[in-house]
């Protein structure tokens, strides 16, 4: 509020319980449709640790790793016209 004249209208709002802001449906959306493509899947519980792909190559290698078990997973995909498929 620096540098605002005693004067000047404003507006605030002030959440004292944090932020007011619902990530559910941002996320849902989204996982909901592509869910109903073919070869996508969700993975909850792990992190992406690698991901390679060669310059000019539809080929992609993404590695991720079980956050539960601790074991690595490798994964190959080549993009093409119509969706993501494994390799």
Not at 35 to 45: D, E, L, P, R, T
Request: positive net charge.
């Amino acid at each position: 509020m620096e540098r605002r004249a005693g004067d000047e209208q404003l507006a605030a709002t002030r959440i004292v319980s944090g932020a007011d802001v619902d990530d559910g449906p941002l996320t849902r959306h989204p996982v909901g449709y592509l869910s109903a493509m073919k070869g996508f899947a969700v993975h909850y519980s792990h992190r992406v640790v690698d991901m390679r792909h060669k310059t000019g190559s539809s080929r992609r290698r993404v590695c991720a790793k079980d956050l539960k078990s601790g074991s690595v997973h490798s994964r190959g995909l080549r993009r093409n016209q119509d969706d993501l498929k494994e390799f």
